[in-house]
Every structure is written in C-alpha cells, then in structure tokens.
C-alpha cells in the first residue's frame, strides 16, 4: 500500500502519470492525446484530446451490469413520496427528459436553467442536458425573482427547466410566479420554459413559451437518445458561489476532468464502492449536490438519496431512519445542519442502526470543535471534515482514508487533496510560509488539479483578475480564507480573509472568537464581526443564538449571561479578543446555503448599507440585528 503522503507527492510530481491512473476510473470515447495542457496558465485544460460524456459516465455505462440495481432514490417528507429508480429506469427517464430538450430546440452549448425543487426530475434535466452536450445552470429553488433573473441574464438560456412548486416545512412554495416574474425582469428572454407539474400549485402558461413535461414524456417514453460525445474541455455546466462575500462568481466547469476528480475523490475520499448508498443532504441548487448528489455518485455506480424536506420533520430521526433503511456507506451534509440537529433531543440520532454507516463527511463552513465532538458523540461514527469551493467542485483539503487512513484532528479539514498544491502566503509581502503553525492566506499553486473551474463564465479577465492576481508577486490561486498547517501537515482554516479584525494592532480571527465563545454550553451558534471604533480601530461584536433562550429573558438575565461568556473568552483567548458586546438573537443572518453573512451584520453594525443580499435566507433574521444596535 501507498502512504498517502507518497500518493500526494506523485500527484503533483508526476501529474501525467498520477491522472492519466485516475483517468481508468472513468469510460472515454476517444482516448486523450495529452493529459495536462498548462501552456496558457491559468487556463489549463485536461485530457486534451479526450472525448466522453458526463451523462454516460453516470448512467449509461453502469446499465449493463447493474441495471436493476438502485440508482437514485428520492425521498420526500413533503409530499409523503418515497420513490427508487434503478440505473435502467434512471436511463429511460434521462432519455426522455433529453429527447423534450431537443424538441424543443435545445442544442449543443445551449444553456438551460434549472429552476427546480428536490425532485427527480430536476436530477433527470440535468443528466439530459450533460447527455445532449447543452450546459445546465441550476438556480438554487429557495431563490426569488431578482436573484433568479440576474442568472438568467448572466447564463442567456435558451430554455428553463421549472416546476409549478415546492415545499418546506409542509408549505407549497410556488415556483411559476416566481419564474415568470424574473423572466418579465430579465432582459434575456428564453425561449422555452419546460413545467414539471407536480400537481401541489395551479400556474398559469404562456401560450407559445410553455410547455408541459408530462405529455412530452409521454410521447417520448421509448426514446432512444445517444450520448453526445464532447471534447474532455468541452463546459458542463455553470454555476454560482454561494455569495457570501459579495456578488456570486459564475464558475464554468469542464467535463472529462470533472468526471475524472469526482471518481477519484469517491474512492479515495468519500470511501464509496460501487453498489451501495450514498446520501447527500444538500441541494441540487449547490456545488455539493452538483458533485456529490448527482454526478460523483452515480459515476462511481452507487446509489444517491435525494431527500426534499427539512432534517427535522417529522423528527429529527428522519434522516438517520433512512441510513438504516438503505444502509448507507457515505453521507455528506453540512455543518450548519448539524447546529440545526444541535437544538433537538440526541435521543433522536440513536433511534436507528447506524452500522452501515462509514463516515459523516460535513463541509461548507467551519466545523467547530463543540460541534464536531457532539455529532460524533451522538451518531458514535466517525466525522470527516472537508474543505472546498464551488470553484474547486471536490474538496482542497480532507483525510483521503481510501489511501491510507489517517486520525481526524478537530477543527482541521485535514490535508491537502492529491492533486492540489497547497500553500500558505504572507497577504502583504507574498512569501510563502513554510514554517509549522504559521497564519497565511491559503492558495493553491497551478495548475489546479482536473475538475476545477476553467474560468468565470463569458469572463476570463475576471477569472484571472478576482482568483490569480491577488497575492503581491504571485501567481496563485486565491481561497480567500486564512488557514495554518501544523506540524503534521493538517490544515486549519480560521476564515475568510475579510473577517479577520485588527483590534488596538492585534489581528483577531472572528472564527476564533466564535469558537470559544461556541464552548459556553447555552450557545447554540454565534456569529462575530469587526465593527469601526474610533479609540480601538475595530471591536468585535457578537451575536448569539441560544439553546435555551429561556436564560436570556430579562434584560438582567441578558446582562449576566452576556457577562458570562465574555467571561470565557478572556480566560480562553485573553481580553484583547473580548466581544464589546454579546447580544442575543432568535436566528442569524445566513445565505441559502447556510453561510454566515458576517458582511451583512458588519454593514448594519456599522451603519452601512449591507449591499448584495440577494442569497439571504431570511432577512428578518438581519432586521433583528438592526433593531438590537439601533436599540
Ligand atoms: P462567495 O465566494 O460568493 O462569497 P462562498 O465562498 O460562501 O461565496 P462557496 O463556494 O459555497 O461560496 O463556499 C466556499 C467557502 O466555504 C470556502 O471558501 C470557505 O470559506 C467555506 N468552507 C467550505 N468548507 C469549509 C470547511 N470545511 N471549513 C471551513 N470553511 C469552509
Ligand atoms: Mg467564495
């Protein structure tokens, strides 16, 4: 067996040979002529010369051995539906959804938006679109009409896949107003909406631009659609970050180097095997359902679960029921559905036999060490934390235990993934920091690894301007998150570059006061921003959602409970990182994707307008803090 430190050095020191390995794990049409083309950094194309498919590599090449066997199981606590299509079914349905793409004019390189609930269908458009060589851009469903028309203007689809509604918490959330209300906004105008007619909200159709699935299906029940074979570089798909930061990014991705990346990161990191069950609790509408709901899954021949509800309803045993029931080998979720779970009885998590279960893999935010041990404690499993982008579409950092296994370390993601060159620099000077436990901006030195954006969709300068030009000197991806590596070559992200405050001189990490200030027991999550001040130049302030709010009733009962946990960051990190003030709310601020908008809370606390708020979930959950530092 290979040490996983030596398969990482091969990776990158023997980049033609460790790919063109991986490249096996995946059926090309036409084999490649070149593994890695880096003559015109940092636009590097993979497996140039190479031809496959992305649709077939998930579900054609796998229907003759497995045919019968589950290919994606839908689960819905909304609608009471618990349907599983086998690879041969999964195959006749993409086949369907692809020959209604064509007939109504979809082309290769078209784009086509995906608007679209938890359903199989959207998984269904997706796969048909990759099968016909036309780019999807899935639009997360949770998104309202402003948000959903600056991505139709940015992808200029020629159709919209779209349903009449969804669900959330058994509330019908009606998607078609939405719809036609973005495209009446947009000035790109598609020229086909394709409904999937769930039967939970009447619509109304424009006559000429709308077209019904269900008979199109049904005129194309024995279609027989042929994989379009597209070069290895040949675009995918495009997709948005999450817009924490700012004004999402449209990442482009490619195709043979993304099929290839997601069958690599399968067996290596997500311990899959083909045959069994794989269950991601995110959404189609992110990065994470992108690779580990549909594609990775599938192209590695497993099973995947697409669960439409909430992780509490009816219970908070839902989705650990289902683990039981299809005995799943890999889950992948995400820390802030684990402080969702935080708040309800443990006693929920140990209802169901969890044996079949190798690893919870979390990912998306930082994983506090609180957290962390109380998942592992509760579901007793193990926990792998992994670090990534939607720009990098797999993860940068994790424990690559299908290699070799390694021991966790809480709050580290893990080490960098074959393939990625990771480094720490100084954001002012440019050098790099070799040393152990030294804090740096981490990046990635080129070529990134297959699978990884190609650019900023219909923006290349954007690309090399926003992820390669930012550090002084250097030409090097950007994460634009602060890490250090320890001694053992684990990484530790303290957050993003812009969350770092500078109090009286001293550089504090928000992460690192939410931290510790996550280890007081009534703390169910905490958000900490710098805010202007005239004496210290910032001062960090806190905003606490607790377990049991009960202890924060009265403004006494506040005082003290506020002075409480002012009382645990001066003994954990020192007086300096000591919040102005800790205040309490009934939820925070976060994006669809369930990130923290610390942007937005810094804005508000300081009196600025929070600009792009077009991912926030809930925008109560801002006017709180509004009224809390107006008060
Ligand atoms: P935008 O780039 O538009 O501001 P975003 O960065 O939130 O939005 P995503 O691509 O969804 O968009 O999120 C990636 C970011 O999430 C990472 O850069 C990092 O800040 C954070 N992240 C992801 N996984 C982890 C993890 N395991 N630990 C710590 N942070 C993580
Ligand atoms: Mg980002």
Redesign the pocket.
């Known amino acids: 067996m290979t040490s996983y430190a030596e398969f990482h050095r091969r990776s990158l020191q023997d980049r033609e040979g460790f790919w063109a390995e991986q490249a096996a794990l995946i059926d090309w049409q036409q084999p490649f002529t070149q593994v890695c083309d880096n003559s015109r950094p940092p636009f590097t194309r993979w497996f140039v010369g190479g031809t496959t498919n992305l649709c077939h590599n998930a579900v054609d090449r796998h229907v003759a051995a497995r045919g019968a066997q589950n290919a994606l199981i839908f689960v819905s606590t909304e609608t009471n539906q618990e349907r599983v299509y086998s690879y041969a079914e999964l195959h006749a349905e993409v086949q369907r959804m692809a020959a209604a793409l064509l007939e109504l004019g979809v082309k290769k390189g078209d784009r086509v938006l995906v608007y679209m609930p938890m359903i199989p269908e959207a998984a269904f458009a997706m796969l048909a679109c990759t099968r016909i060589g036309a780019l999807h851009s899935v639009v997360f469903g949770g998104f309202a009409s402003v948000s959903l028309a600056s991505r139709i203007d940015d992808a200029e689809p020629t159709l919209i896949v779209s349903a009449d509604a969804g669900s959330r918490g058994g509330k019908v959330m009606p998607y078609k107003p939405l719809l036609d209300e973005a495209i009446q906004l947009s000035r790109h105008k598609p020229a086909k909406v394709l409904m999937v007619d769930r039967g939970l909200a009447p619509f109304t159709r424009v006559a000429g631009r709308d077209e019904d699935y269900a008979p199109l299906r049904e005129k194309h029940l024995h279609a027989q659609v042929p994989c379009e074979w597209v070069e290895a570089t040949h675009p995918s798909y495009t997709l948005y970050?999450?817009?924490?930061?700012?004004k999402?990014?449209g990442v482009q991705r490619d195709t043979g180097g993304y099929a290839v990346a997601l069958a690599a990161s399968m067996k290596h990191i997500f311990l899959g095997n083909p045959g069994e069950t794989y269950f991601s609790t995110s959404d189609i509408g992110?990065?994470v359902g992108h690779s580990y709901i549909v594609y990775g899954p599938l192209i590695y021949g497993m099973a995947t679960i697409m669960y439409e509800g909430l992780p509490i309803r009816p219970d908070a045993a839902i989705w650990w029921s289902l683990v039981e029931k299809y005995k799943v080998t890999s889950m992948f979720s995400a820390p802030t559905a684990v402080r969702v779970l935080k708040k309800q009885d443990p006693a929920a998590l140990k209802k169901h036999d969890l044996s079949s279960l190798r690893a919870l893999f979390?990912?998306?935010?930082?994983?506090d060490e609180p957290t962390a041990k109380w998942i592992a404690e509760s579901l007793g499993r193990p926990i792998i934390?992994?670090?990534?982008?939607?720009?990098t579409g797999w993860p940068i950092l994790a424990l690559c235990n299908g290699v070799e296994k390694a021991a966790s370390k809480f709050g580290s993601?893990g080490k960098a993934v074959f393939g990625y060159d990771v480094k720490l620099f100084d954001e002012n000077t440019g050098a790099e920091l070799t040393g152990a436990n030294q804090k740096g901006v981490v990046a990635i030195e080129g070529p990134l690894p297959p699978g990884c954006m190609q650019t900023v969709w219909r923006d290349d300068e954007r690309f090399v301007k926003t992820y390669w030009n930012s550090i002084p000197g250097r030409s090097v991806y950007t994460?634009?998150?602060w890490g250090i590596r320890d001694e053992d070559g684990y990484f530790f992200?303290l957050g993003?570059t812009d969350d770092v405050i500078n109090v009286a001189g001293h550089r504090l990490g928000t992460r690192e006061i939410e931290e510790s200030i996550s280890s007081h027991a009534n703390v169910a999550e905490v958000a900490v921003v710098g805010v202007a001040d005239p004496l210290k130049g910032q001062v960090a302030m806190a905003f606490a959602v607790l377990k049991d709010p009960g202890k924060a009733a009265t403004p006494e009962m506040a005082l003290k409970l506020e002075g409480e946990i002012m009382k645990v960051v001066d003994e954990q990190l020192g007086a300096v990182a000591r919040p102005a003030r800790v205040r309490f709310v009934s939820v925070l601020p976060k994006?669809r994707?369930g990130?923290l908008l610390r942007r937005a809370i810094q804005a508000v606390c300081e009196g600025r307008d929070p600009g792009d708020l077009t991912t926030i979930e809930d925008p109560s959950a801002l006017q709180q803090v509004k009224d809390l530092v107006a008060g």
């Open positions: 970050t999450s817009g924490t930061t700012g999402p990014k992110w990065v979390l990912a998306g935010e930082p994983l934390d992994n670090y990534w982008q939607t720009e993601p994460t634009f998150d992200i993003r994006t994707s990130k």
